[in-house]
């Protein structure tokens, strides 16, 4: 069976183009279709300014809105990303083999930086490390599919590259 792994950001509320763009998908379709895991990516929230309450209220926010969008958990698994230890686990290990130029290289690192020094802020060294994590999140679990915006290709394609990376000898 095909394992499908997919997660929401909780970094503000769900709005009616994150239920058309992907929910109503994983309700509709993904979850009766393959072993599918839906994650609230709550570490994820963290690469910018958070208040580590905002997170958790939006974190079980979004699993709820989930939840209510028709996504059942006797079909899927739905859980909250920070509390699988394996992530960062996993996440640690992947940044062994990757390099710094790899990780600069992101489109949305470039972006969300430029943003972020447009503000007059600093850049978290986890925006950097982002696709990193996001390679733990796909790769902890063997899945087959992610479905992604176009925005997060390039992740993907990075998910590969470090995991063929991290098995050669």
């Known amino acids: 069976m095909t394992r499908i792994f997919s997660?929401?950001?909780p970094t503000g509320h769900l709005t009616l183009g994150n239920y058309l763009?992907?929910?109503r998908?994983?309700?509709d379709v993904d979850q009766h279709r393959a072993d599918a895991l839906f994650c609230i990516v709550d570490l994820h929230a963290?690469?910018?300014e958070r208040d580590p309450g905002r997170v958790r209220r939006l974190s079980r926010q979004a699993a709820t809105l989930l939840l209510a969008s028709g996504i059942d958990p006797k079909l899927c698994t739905v859980f909250v990303q920070s509390h699988?230890?394996?992530h960062a686990r996993l996440s640690y290990l992947l940044e062994c083999v990757a390099s710094d130029g790899e990780m600069r290289r992101m489109i949305q690192y470039k972006e969300k930086a430029a943003v972020e020094r447009g503000r007059g802020g600093s850049v978290r060294l986890s925006l950097l490390t982002y696709p990193v994590l996001m390679a733990a999140d796909i790769l902890a679990y063997g899945t087959d599919e992610v479905p992604v915006g176009d925005d997060q290709t390039q992740h993907v394609e990075l998910a590969r590259d470090l995991a063929v990376r991290f098995n050669q000898p």
């Open 25 to 27: 998908r994983w309700a």
């Open 84 to 86: 699988v230890d394996e």
């Open 21 to 23: 763009g992907a929910v």
């Open 46 to 48: 963290l690469t910018v």
């Open 7 to 9: 997660g929401v950001k």
